[in-house]
């Protein structure tokens, strides 16, 4: 089934500006500047004062999908310029004492399971890493850069030749969003 013409409107909020050249949107708002490309052939966006619209013509599903997806990127920028993103995360450890700590632009874990090697996750350009104690907080603009920020912390903590069931220390998400 093919939709003869699809348009989509979204407001930016009081404060918040937009530009669009060379297929890059560039949102800024009071927390700082977000920008990220949007090009496909069949799908236009235009700048009406504080209004994106997105529009196409003989939209199909994928294209429709594609549009669905360009909203949510628009309305995620949206929000991390207003409001920002705020993960918390949790280390958990039962038999040996994690130290966490934050060294320019690396998260260094010392003394994971009694390794004399701290492992080492990347954090992104950005994002703002906070550890005290065993809470961790990671806040940025850009959701994209927190979630993978997150990622990567959970992932240095991987255990891999031990029972999982019973090795299960390591920093975990515990919960994710916009500041409030």
Do not use: C, W
């Not at 090795?167 to 969003?177: E, H, L, N």
């Amino acid at each position: 089934m093919i939709i003869p013409e699809l348009n989509e409107k979204i407001t930016l909020p009081e404060g918040v500006t937009a530009k669009f050249e060379n297929d890059t949107l560039t949102i800024k708002g009071e927390k700082g500047e977000n920008s990220r490309i949007f090009s496909h052939p069949k799908i236009s966006i235009k700048l009406n004062g504080n209004i994106v619209e997105i529009h196409s013509k003989n939209v199909r599903r994928k294209d429709k999908a594609i549009i669905g997806t360009f909203i949510a990127h628009i309305n995620n920028m949206k929000r991390g310029v207003t409001q920002g993103f705020e993960y918390k995360m949790k280390t958990v450890f039962s038999h040996f004492p994690i130290k966490t700590m934050v060294e320019g632009d690396e998260f260094i874990i010392q003394n994971f399971l009694g390794e004399r090697s701290p492992r080492r996750a990347k954090i992104l350009e950005g994002v703002k890493v906070d550890a005290k104690a065993e809470n961790i907080t990671v806040t940025g603009i850009d959701r994209e850069k927190v979630g993978q920020t997150v990622a990567n912390i959970e992932r240095a903590t991987k255990i891999k030749n031990r029972d999982i069931r019973v090795f299960q220390d390591g920093v975990y998400r515990t919960s994710k969003g916009g500041r409030q």
